[in-house]
C-alpha cells in the first residue's frame, strides 16, 4: 500500500532523511519512531507530496506520489502535526469542506462527514466554532479530517499530543477499528515517541535515527521474551549515534559528539524545519 | 475547476463570519457616502458659480457624468487602493499560520485551482463593492434631471471593477509570499503605489534629458502606470488596449502567486 524507495531530503547541506526504504502492506499498522528530529515529520510530508523528496520516491497505492499526485493524494488521510484547522468555522461546515476537497462525492458527503463525527466523538460539538474547542478536540476534529473521506492509507503525526488518557484510550482505540476487517483495513502509519502507544496499536515498528532507517521489525520480535521496546529502542539509537559521523553531516563541536545524551536527544542532530 | 468554487467559497463563507466583510462594506459604503454627497455638492457650488458668471458655454459642457461620477470614482480608486489589500491579505498568509496550508496541499486539488479559487473570491468582494457604487450612481438615475449618461456610467464601474480586479491579484500575490498578513498588507500597497506612481518618473525633467519623453522607455513606463488606463476609460472610452492593461496585469500576478504558492514545495 505504501512503498518508499530510498527517500533522501536534503536541506542545503543538511540530511534530514537519508535513503529511508520501506514498505507496509494493506491493513498494516506501523510505529514510525524515533527522537526529535530524527525526520519523521519529514518523512511523512514526503509521503504525502507536501514536500518533494530530494531524491527517491513513493507509491501510495500504486500511484508514484510525484507522477500522479492526485490519484495519490486522494488515497491518502494526512494528520499533520499541527490540526491543519480554520478557527472561525463550526466543526461540521469544516469537515464537509474537507470532504469536498477530497473529492467525496455529493450523495455520501453528508453521511461521510456524520460519520467521522460519530467516531471521532464530535457529534456534541458539531455546531461549535473550532477557535472555541479545547486541544483534545480540535486534535479530534484534526483526526475526523484525516478520515472522512475513508482513505486507505492514514499518515498520522503524533496523533496523540495533547490529548488527556481517557481520549488517548479512545483514539488509539478508533485507530485499532480502523484498521480492522470490518471497517475498512486503512494502512496506518504514526508518528509517536510514546512507546507505550506502539505497543497498544501497532503490529510493527519502523525507528528512524538521524535520518537513517535503523530498525524495522514486528512489534511481536522486539518484545519476544519479555524484553521491552524501550530497550530495543535506546539499543537502536545509541548504536547508531556511536558510529563515525557520516561525512555528508555538518560539523559539530567536538563536546557535542563525545557525549551522547541518550535516546531522547542526539546533539548534533539538527533537522530544520521546513520554514516557510 | 471543481475545486476552485470549494476554495472561493470557503473564503467567501470566512468572510462573511468573521467581521472583515461587514467592516469593509460599511466602511465602503460610509466613505462611498460621504464622497458621493461631496461630489454632489461640489457639482452644485459650481454650476451655481458658472451661472453667476453667465458662463453659458461652461454651463452647456457641464453635466452629471464629468461633474460627480467620474470625481466620485476617483476618490473610491483611493479607498479601493487601502481595502482591497485588508481583503486579500489573509487568502494565502493565514494558511500558512493556520497550517491549513499543508491540508491544502496534501488534498487531490491543483495549485491552480487554490489559486483562481482564492481569486475568485475576491473578486466576488469587489462585485459587491461595485454594485455598491452602482447604487450610489442609480440614485442620480432616479432623482437627476437630466440624467447621466448611463453607458458612459457603465464603463467607469467597468473601469472600477478592473481596477479592483487588479488590485485583488496583486494581494493574492502579496499574501501568498509572507505569513505575516500585516506585511501582505503593506507589501500589496507598496505594489500598488508602484504601479500607480511608476510614470511619475517620465515628467522628471533628469528623466526627460537622460531617456527622452517620448523614447521606448519612457511609453512602456506611462504604459505599466495605472492612471492612464483608469481616466480612458472613465472618459467612457472602451478600448481593448485598456481592457488588456488590466488582464494583463492581472494575469501576471497570478501566475507570480502560483509560481510563489508552488515553492513551498521546492524550498
Keep these: 500500500m505504501i512503498e518508499a524507495q530510498n527517500i533522501v531530503k536534503r536541506y542545503g547541506d543538511t540530511v534530514a532523511v537519508d535513503g529511508v526504504s520501506f514498505s507496509v502492506a494493506a491493513g498494516e499498522v506501523v510505529g514510525f519512531l524515533g527522537p526529535n528530529g530524527a525526520g519523521k515529520t519529514t518523512t511523512m510530508r514526503i509521503l504525502t507530496g507536501y514536500l ?28 499533520p502535526e499541527l490540526p491543519p484547522l480554520y478557527p472561525e468555522m463550526d466543526v461540521q461546515g469544516y469537515l464537509t469542506f474537507v470532504a469536498k476537497l477530497k473529492d467525496v462525492p455529493r450523495a455520501k458527503r453528508k453521511s461521510a462527514v456524520e460519520r467521522a463525527m460519530e467516531r471521532c466523538g464530535l457529534a456534541d460539538v458539531r455546531r461549535r466554532v473550532i477557535g472555541a474547542l479545547s486541544k483534545g478536540y480540535r486534535q479530534r476534529v484534526g483526526i475526523a479530517q484525516a478520515i472522512v473521506h475513508e482513505p486507505k492509507v492514514l499518515i498520522l503525526d503524533e496523533p496523540t499530543v495533547g490529548l488527556d488518557p481517557i481520549q488517548i484510550r479512545e483514539i488509539r482505540s478508533l485507530l485499532v477499528a480502523l484498521a480492522s476487517e470490518q471497517e475498512g483495513r486503512h494502512t496506518i502509519v504514526l508518528s509517536t515517541h510514546i512507546l507505550a502507544e506502539v505497543e497498544a496499536i501497532c503490529r510493527r515498528v519502523i525507528l528512524i535515527n538521524n535520518g537513517k532507517k535503523v530498525l524495522d521489525a514486528p512489534l511481536a520480535e522486539l518484545t519476544a521474551n519479555g524484553a521491552r521496546l524501550e530497550d530495543a529502542f535506546t539499543r537502536a539509537t545509541l548504536r547508531d549515534e556511536a558510529e563515525p559521523e557520516p561525512p555528508s553531516e555538518p560539523p559539530v563541536a567536538p563536546s557535542g559528539a563525545s557525549a551522547p545524551s541518550g535516546a531522547s536527544a542526539p546533539s548534533g542532530e539538527a533537522q530544520p524545519e521546513p520554514a516557510s | 475547476m471543481k475545486h476552485t468554487f470549494v476554495i472561493a467559497g470557503r473564503e467567501l463563507r470566512s468572510y462573511f463570519v468573521s467581521p472583515v466583510a461587514y467592516a469593509v462594506l460599511t466602511l465602503f459604503t460610509v ?42 470614482f476617483q476618490i473610491m480608486w483611493i479607498v479601493l ?11 494565502f498568509s493565514a494558511e500558512k499560520t493556520n497550517g491549513t496550508e499543508e491540508l491544502l496541499l496534501t488534498s487531490p486539488l491543483t495549485i491552480w485551482e487554490l489559486v483562481l479559487g482564492k481569486l475568485l473570491a475576491a473578486l ?12 450610489f450612481c442609480g440614485l442620480l438615475f432616479v432623482f437627476a434631471d437630466p440624467t447621466p449618461e448611463p453607458r458612459k456610467a457603465l464603463a467607469g464601474l467597468l473601469a472600477v471593477w478592473l481596477l479592483g480586479a487588479n488590485y485583488a491579484a496583486i494581494g493574492c500575490f502579496a499574501s501568498s509570499v509572507t505569513r505575516n498578513q500585516l506585511i501582505a498588507f503593506f507589501l500589496a500597497i507598496v505594489l500598488i503605489f508602484f504601479l500607480w506612481l511608476i510614470a511619475v518618473v517620465t515628467q522628471i525633467g533628469a528623466f ?9 522607455f519612457a511609453r ?3 504604459w ?7 481616466d480612458a476609460l472613465m472618459k467612457g472610452v472602451v478600448d ?28
Design chain 1, 52 to 79: 518533494p523528496a530530494s531524491d527517491g520516491t513513493a507509491l501510495i497505492d500504486g500511484h508514484d506520489i510525484f507522477r500522479e499526485a492526485i490519484a495519490a493524494r486522494r488515497a491518502i488521510g494526512y494528520l
Design chain 2, 31 to 72: 466613505i462611498g457616502g460621504f464622497f458621493f454627497l461631496a461630489s454632489i455638492l461640489s457639482f452644485e457650488a459650481e454650476l451655481a458659480n458658472a451661472q453667476q458668471w453667465q458662463a453659458f458655454d461652461y454651463l452647456e459642457s457641464m453635466n452629471l457624468n464629468d461633474g460627480v461620477i467620474a470625481p466620485f
Design chain 2, 208 to 216: 526627460q534629458q537622460a531617456v527622452g519623453a517620448e523614447s521606448l
Design chain 2, 240 to 267: 481593448t488596449r485598456d481592457l488588456a492593461y488590466f488582464v494583463g496585469i492581472t494575469t501576471i500576478f497570478v501566475l507570480l502567486t502560483k509560481a510563489s504558492v508552488e515553492s513551498v514545495r521546492w524550498r
Design chain 2, 81 to 91: 487602493l487601502v481595502l482591497v489589500p485588508g481583503l486579500t491579505m489573509s487568502l
Design chain 2, 220 to 222: 512602456i513606463l506611462g
Design chain 2, 224 to 230: 505599466i502606470s495605472t492612471a492612464d488606463h483608469f
Design chain 2, 124 to 135: 466576488a468582494m469587489i462585485t459587491l463593492l461595485t454594485l455598491l457604487l452602482a447604487a
